[in-house]
């Protein structure tokens, strides 16, 4: 069962290049969310989405785009990376069955450089 | 709006000490709230979770969490702390919203001492 799956792991980027991250899940989840984490300011919400064909922006959404075409499929999209995007990206998924009560389930995480 | 506030970025302690990580909120609607636990180089994964019911909350590796309304506070305990509980944790709130959106504090890094 491989839940939450991330790729890459790690990227190094120039100034202005791009590049997509994909999040794949197999738990049938109809939420998913981006976030990056950076040091001593936790988890930012970047997008998210509720469903096949749906997405909605977040806390800080400026520089990403993201889709989800297919259920299982989320990606976040870097038009033209910036330093300021050097973080540590999650995506996570989360069951709409249980409501406001149902947990997140997060990938291991995607770190990016941005030169 | 709802928010997290952790208090302390960095909590050392003794192995076999306690450990108190303070978790406060802001919401307007009942709470519903978590603890996650990063471990290094690893995603998140949940520790325990409040949403209704019983005020004292046991998650897993002995961790428990009390929900206090009148503090609007949620902190983590642990009787006895060991070495593997070293790790990053993270208070969150989930937000009262068609998209159950889940608020995460600032984290709480937690180090263990021999």
């Known amino acids: 069962n491989a839940g939450v799956t991330q790729t890459p792991k790690f990227r190094v980027l120039k100034t202005g290049q791009s590049m997509t991250l994909l999040c794949a899940q197999d738990?049938?989840?109809?939420?998913m969310y981006w976030y990056r984490q950076d040091p001593g300011m936790g988890l930012r919400l970047i997008h998210y989405s509720v469903g096949e064909g749906t997405t909605a922006k977040g806390e800080v959404p400026d520089g990403y785009n993201v889709s989800r075409l297919k259920k299982q499929n989320f990606l976040l999209g870097l038009e033209s990376a910036a330093p300021s995007q050097t973080s540590v990206y999650f995506c996570?998924?989360?069951?709409?069955?249980?409501?406001?009560?149902?947990?997140?389930?997060f990938g291991e995480g995607s770190r990016l450089t941005v030169l | 709006a709802q928010s997290v506030t952790q208090l302390g970025s960095h909590v050392s302690v003794s192995e076999g000490a306690l450990v108190l990580l303070r978790c406060n909120y802001s919401s307007s609607v009942p709470p519903y709230l978590f603890w996650y636990v990063q471990y290094p180089n690893q995603g998140l994964q949940l520790l325990l979770k409040y949403t209704t019911g019983a005020t004292l909350v046991k998650g897993i590796n002995g961790f428990e969490a009390e929900f206090k309304k009148s503090e609007t506070s949620f902190h983590l305990t642990k009787p006895s702390a060991h070495m593997s509980d070293a790790a990053e944790y993270f208070c969150?709130?989930?937000?009262?919203?068609?998209?159950?959106?889940?608020?995460f504090g600032s984290g709480t890094r937690l180090s263990i001492r021999p």
């Open positions: 738990m049938n989840h109809e939420y």
């Open positions: 996570a998924s989360r069951s709409t069955g249980t409501g406001r009560s149902g947990e997140l389930f």
């Open positions: 969150a709130v989930s937000e009262y919203s068609s998209a159950s959106k889940i608020i």
